[in-house]
């Protein structure tokens, strides 16, 4: 039963990590054609407008996802009261979060409703939904259908750019148009596999279960904000502050950046397990962690080497600025391998509360450094702020990681 246990496991990691790095290389590919066909301030606007969407997002859902997974996972009987819920918790706070965007829209605007936007905006709508879907398929480890609904939204985002982008002409509406549509199909897609093959039925919920499910999952939404924050700030902050021809540098120089930190999730993902049983030593430990520093050095040096002909290659001249920014994030490409590790071991021993204010603490202080650098060095300086924040979270986490009680008496074998 064990053996079979961690086989499952094992295959969903399999499954997760070859989707991943299959979705971030066509997304890469479709980055590029965007970027070189719709030029730096289009592109620029696609996306400040996908960064923006992506943080209100988290107010649709209010973290109630993660929660529905682990109720779904305890209660599988109940699974029908549970998806139907959620499903509910949905439509209150979509409904309510666009019309509070309306209503403040007409005093100052917040979110600007142009075509490219409101199909952006629906795009958002279809995805929250899509998560209701993912997260019934994670509670039944059937992670093989989250992993293809991934990998088939890169290949039609990739499709649908090379067809009407590139042969149509269609420009930024026609982006916008293609991740409407991808968006909308998929989730379609995604309920008729729900409903169809595993019998999944939408039943009659009280509005006072909605309102249980906010107040329950509240942390993880808390959680899910300042990790959004701190992914999305730089992109919105560098748009207001110095325009989308800047936005659409830094852009494309964070998804390389994207794609080099698959490296220390996929290990913190292994190690994760074996750290939650106590099957890691405080020797052990340090062992991994000069190995992952060691990896973060040479990852490090390898990218500053080849982004400045990296960048030309696959974005062109125009985006020649990008560079600088990789070259700047180059320099806490190690710190960011140590942080991963120590924020998994500090996950595998109970202690989510220190990650979550020490990504508070960074987060803030990215946020505030940006208001002074950007304005004075553009995205370059977005790059240095989160530079900065990055060498704090290292010092907080290594306190941490020196208070660390580990397993020390392991059995070699």
């Given at each position: ?225 300042i990790l959004i924050l701190s ?43 074996r750290i939650s049983k106590n ?107 989160t530079l900065i924040s990055i ?23």
């Open positions: 039963m064990e053996k079979r246990k961690r086989a499952l496991i094992l295959k969903d990691s399999l499954y997760l990590t070859i989707s991943r790095f299959t979705r971030y290389g066509l997304m890469f590919i479709f980055t590029a054609i965007c970027a070189r066909y719709l030029g730096s301030n289009d592109y620029g606007i696609i996306s400040y407008n996908l960064s923006q969407t992506s943080i209100i997002a988290l107010l649709f859902s209010l973290g109630a996802d993660t929660y529905i997974v682990v109720q779904l996972s305890k209660h599988v009987k109940k699974t029908n009261m549970f998806v139907s819920i959620n499903m509910m918790n949905r439509i209150v706070l979509i409904s309510t979060v666009t019309i509070c965007i309306f209503i403040v829209n007409n005093i100052t605007e917040i979110y600007p409703f142009s075509f490219v936007s409101i199909m952006i905006y629906f795009t958002t709508i279809f995805d929250s939904f899509r998560t209701i879907s993912d997260g019934f398929f994670q509670s039944r480890q059937k992670i093989k259908y989250v992993a293809f609904f991934e990998i088939l939204r890169a290949i039609l985002l990739l499709i649908g750019s090379v067809f009407i982008i590139v042969f149509l002409k269609k420009g930024i509406n026609g982006v916008a148009i293609i991740y409407f549509a991808t968006s909308l199909f998929i989730m379609l897609v995604s309920y008729g596999l729900m409903i169809f093959k595993f019998n999944v039925k939408f039943v009659k919920v009280k509005l006072k279960n909605v309102l249980r499910l906010i107040r329950e999952a509240f942390p993880f939404f808390l959680n899910g904000i992914i999305q700030i730089d992109i919105i902050m560098i748009n207001k502050l110095a325009g989308n021809n800047e936005t659409a540098y830094y852009n494309t120089a964070k998804k390389i950046i994207d794609i080099v930190l698959m490296i220390p999730s996929i290990i913190s993902m292994v190690i994760l397990p099957q890691v030593s405080k020797v052990q430990s340090k062992k991994i962690l000069r190995v992952i520093t060691l990896i973060g050095i040479v990852v490090s040096i390898f990218i500053y080497s080849i982004s400045d002909i990296f960048i030309k290659v696959a974005f062109g001249s125009e985006y020649i600025e990008s560079s600088a920014i990789i070259k700047v994030f180059c320099l806490g490409f190690p710190l960011l391998f140590i942080n991963s590790f120590i924020s998994t071991c500090l996950i595998g021993n109970g202690l989510q509360k220190k990650v979550l204010s020490a990504n508070a603490i960074g987060t803030t202080i990215n946020i505030v450094s940006n208001l002074i650098l950007i304005p004075k060095f553009l995205c370059v300086g977005a790059a240095i702020s060498f704090i979270n290292t010092i907080q986490f290594s306190l941490y990681y020196r208070k660390l009680e580990f397993v020390d008496n392991i059995k070699q074998t």
